[in-house]
């Protein structure tokens, strides 16, 4: 895995018209009493009781990593569970709960060494049979949507108590392991406890323990006391879901909360940047919003397709329509992940009268004068679904009005989350929204299986002989560099083809009142409440 380029802190610029800033708001994906296994006050927290409430988006309704990856994520996002190796800001990795491995030359046999001394936040100790049995719950849950087959795909685990050593065998080799037991749903819980419920509470080894939790309302941390990895900042968190955006802001300045994540209203973040009582951390993270094109119906005409990249305009669209809230872009990997972006040429650079030559010179004009452009007789008219999530709904409303000035009819119907993917599946579309963590186990190579032809993932019915022969280099390949030429070579040619509307690259934000410090954001989705965030002095 390549490193990160260094990513810059990023203002939002104070000149924005407020008429021209759009809501961006988010909508949730989707009480229990102090059950065994949670934490008490920590011995090593500070001395005088402290409690941070933290207001954030409820992205699952469970916390069991078995059924569904939000719910993975939660563990981690929460404090809750750890896993044996964490991601970097720079998306490299570095050991947690493994402190060091072995791996074969044919990179079938990993032995992972089980750091000693850990215990879950109930006592119990973390040991490799204790990782073992987590992850067989897990995999006997393979039909829930974590799939952790897509990750790991192993023939055999060997748990060696006494040595502290896991041994895995792969069914089949794998460049870099530990970038996907990174992966949140390869978070480490304690499974021995008799009526155990994971979707309630999940028994960690992270720096806070459930005592409560309401999965539509709120979750209440202790200190885990049992913590093996320094002092635990707050005795005791409060977290409270908060779908709106907005709503997330005016908790913070209300001062019911101290502290929320990704503020999505651009004229809420713009205020709370310009008032010293808060601070905002925002980066460019790795998540990417884009469109799919479905190339099984009328974009499957090449003309049709870079007419519309050259038609729109995507640093007003990621600087104006939605807030500064993206960095714009036209590669489907970041620009700030080290994968050649600077080297790529963008072939559809924003260009109206370019586009507009490029239907005329095509014969696609408008003959009976409603205004659009016709194929074969029939009005260009394309279908494009997207959910409210992100910004995405804001990016399709104004690639609708871009492209009905050029002629290109668009109708956009907004559903909710799992209504548009089962859409996206049946292929009933023509533009999808999306916005996809490009690296999420540290590598591009499940993403970038969205339009690898023999990829039950490819939705859009992309297909290019070129594109496949470079993406299987990533399924075989051990040799940095070499992946690293593929990866380039890939995304030239989705960008050469027009094979994808990419809107840019998502900034998240952490905003603390002034009670905190240490509230950053961190390039990986997966790290919220750490024992960076702690009381200021």
């Known amino acids: 895995m390549r490193k990160l380029k260094k990513l810059a802190t990023i203002a939002l610029t104070a000149v924005m018209a407020a008429s021209l800033l759009t809501g961006c708001g988010g909508s949730s994906s989707s009480g229990s009493d102090d059950s065994t296994g949670s934490g008490s006050s920590s ?8 409690t941070l409430k933290f207001g954030c988006l409820n992205y699952s309704e469970s916390l069991d990593p078995a059924n569904m990856i939000n719910a993975a994520w939660a563990n981690s996002r929460y404090g809750i569970g750890e896993c044996l190796f964490k991601f970097n800001d720079d998306m490299t990795v570095e050991e947690t709960l493994c402190d060091s491995y072995e791996v074969s030359d044919d990179h079938i046999t990993w032995t992972l060494h089980i750091r000693e001394g850990v215990k879950f936040s109930n006592g119990n100790d973390v040991t490799p049979s204790a990782v073992q049995a987590c992850w067989e719950v897990l995999y006997a849950n393979e039909e829930g949507s974590s799939t952790p087959t897509k990750y790991m795909d192993y023939e055999s685990m060997e748990a060696d108590d006494e040595a502290m050593t896991l041994t895995i065998t792969l069914k089949e080799a794998q460049a870099d392991l530990t970038m996907n037991l990174a992966y949140p749903v390869f978070v480490v819980l304690d499974v021995s406890v008799d009526d155990l419920d994971l979707d309630d509470n999940p028994i960690g080894t992270g720096p806070y323990a459930i005592t409560s939790y309401s999965p539509n309302e709120s979750v209440s941390l202790a200190a885990n006391e049992y913590y ?9 968190v409060e977290i409270t879901f908060i779908d709106d955006s907005s709503t997330k802001a005016m908790a ?3 001062g019911d909360v101290n502290l929320v994540e990704n503020v999505t209203t651009a004229s809420d973040l713009e205020a709370l940047e310009s008032d010293d009582n808060y601070t905002v951390s925002i980066a460019q993270g790795v998540r990417c919003g884009f469109a799919y094109i479905n190339q099984d119906g009328i974009l499957a005409d090449d003309t049709l397709r870079h007419a519309i990249m050259k038609a729109l305009d995507d640093e007003t669209m990621c600087e104006i329509t939605v807030g500064g809230m993206y960095t714009e872009g036209y590669s489907v990997l970041p620009s700030g992940l080290d994968y050649g972006y600077d080297e790529l040429t963008d072939v559809d650079a924003y260009d109206t009268d370019a586009a507009i030559a490029l239907l005329d010179d095509a014969g696609y004009v408008d003959t009976d004068g409603d205004g659009i452009r016709e194929i074969n007789g029939e009005n260009i008219s394309l279908n494009y679904i997207t959910y409210d999530s992100r910004c995405l709904t804001d990016f399709a409303a104004a690639i609708q009005t871009t492209l009905s000035d050029i002629g290109i009819g668009v109708t956009v119907n907004t559903l909710d989350a799992d209504s548009e993917w089962n859409q996206m599946v049946a292929g009933e ?8 963590t ?3 186990n540290g590598d591009p190579t499940e993403y970038l299986a969205n339009w690898y032809s023999k990829s039950d993932a490819n939705y859009c019915n992309y297909a290019n002989d070129e594109f496949d022969a470079a993406y299987e280099v990533l399924l075989t390949g051990f040799d940095e560099d070499e992946r690293t030429e593929a990866i380039k070579t890939m995304q030239q040619i989705l960008i050469d083809d027009a094979a994808v509307v990419v809107h840019g690259y998502y900034n998240s934000s952490m905003i603390a009142d002034s009670t905190v410090t240490g509230a950053n954001i961190h390039t990986a989705d997966y790290y919220w409440l750490t024992t960076e965030i702690a009381p200021a002095e």
Not at 43 to 50: A, D, F, K, N, T
Not at 429 to 436: A, Q, R
């Open 43 to 50: 011995s090593s927290s500070s001395e005088s009781s402290s």
């Open 228 to 236: 093996w990895n320094g002092e635990v900042p707050y005795d005791n």
């Open 438 to 440: 490009t690296v999420g």
């Open 429 to 436: 579309y023509d533009l999808c929204s999306s916005n996809w």
């Open 252 to 254: 913070l300045q209300s």
